[in-house]
């Protein structure tokens, strides 16, 4: 068992105990850069799609059961941590004069304003009395669709089915921008307190479960490893994908070069890789 993650289209892990670093500087970032689309009809573009016709494999998030995974990984806590995973997903939309670019890209952390600061969101600045509690969410994401625009980002949480509950969050910034690994974190901020503490939970059981399935796994002997991608195709609600790693190779500086099989589709860059 290999123990490590990374961001489709970009690639920094981010991951416990120990983290490295996966920079698929080849045949798929080069991918995505090439499959940037700005979508003006979600549904209409999955319909049209030519790298995924039918969108076979795409599982629902919410239907992911054991039986969709090999034999030697069919476990409910596995089946747990990807649903988990998924809660923390997003979709990342950037308003552009042509339409929406989206992507998707998942929380990584959650942190109180502790300076004299009234919340910055856009409800907040139109508001008599704006809130002084407010949170920022840190948000792993794609440099090629964000770039520097947070003031015209946006992310919907918890967008599970076509029906799911709207809950937007406004970006604020974006840092530690990179253009050769094609990875950032756009800083999102909310001033729902509900909001922050559900996060806050997500965040830490998602750690503990993502623990106990690695160690479940550990012994597990695969010349080929899992790989689960959890994401929003062409900015759909959010779908699971499943296959395996076919090669890994060491380049330079601590870098390597991971190709796998896991469908993903236009709006899937700036996913997690979930890596077993």
């Not at 029906?163 to 901020?189: F, H, K």
Request: charged share 30%; glycine share 6%.
């Amino acid at each position: 068992l290999s123990k490590y993650s990374g961001t489709i289209g970009g690639a920094k892990e981010f991951e416990c105990p120990k983290q490295r670093r996966i920079d698929d500087y080849d045949s798929k970032l080069k991918e995505f850069r090439n499959n940037l689309e700005v979508e003006i009809d979600f549904e209409n573009s999955e319909e049209k799609c030519t790298k995924n016709p039918g969108h076979a494999g795409f599982i629902p998030v919410k239907e992911l059961k054991t039986s969709h995974f090999p034999v030697n990984y069919q476990d409910q806590d596995l089946v747990d941590s990807v649903k988990l995973l998924g809660e923390l997903t997003v979709k990342v939309s950037v308003s552009v004069a042509e339409g929406v670019r989206t992507a998707s890209g998942k929380i990584i952390d959650i942190t109180q304003n502790l300076h004299n600061i009234k919340c910055p969101c856009s409800g907040c600045m139109d508001s008599k009395n704006p809130r002084e509690n407010w949170w920022e969410i840190e948000i792993l994401t794609v440099t090629h669709i964000v770039k520097e625009d947070a003031k015209n980002s946006k992310c919907r949480l918890f967008y599970d089915t076509s029906d799911s509950s709207l809950v937007n969050v406004e970006g604020l910034r974006v840092v530690n921008s990179s253009q050769n690994s094609d990875i950032c974190r756009l800083i999102c901020i909310t001033c729902d307190e509900a909001l922050s503490n559900r996060i806050s939970g997500m965040l830490d059981k998602s750690s503990e479960l993502y623990e106990k399935v690695f160690e479940k796994f550990w012994d597990v002997k695969n010349a080929e490893k899992l790989v689960v991608i959890v994401s929003h195709p062409h900015g759909t609600p959010k779908k699971v994908t499943i296959g395996k790693s076919d090669e890994r190779k060491e380049i330079s500086d601590g870098h390597s070069v991971l190709t796998y099989s896991t469908n993903t589709c236009p709006g899937s860059a700036g996913a997690f890789l979930y890596i077993l």
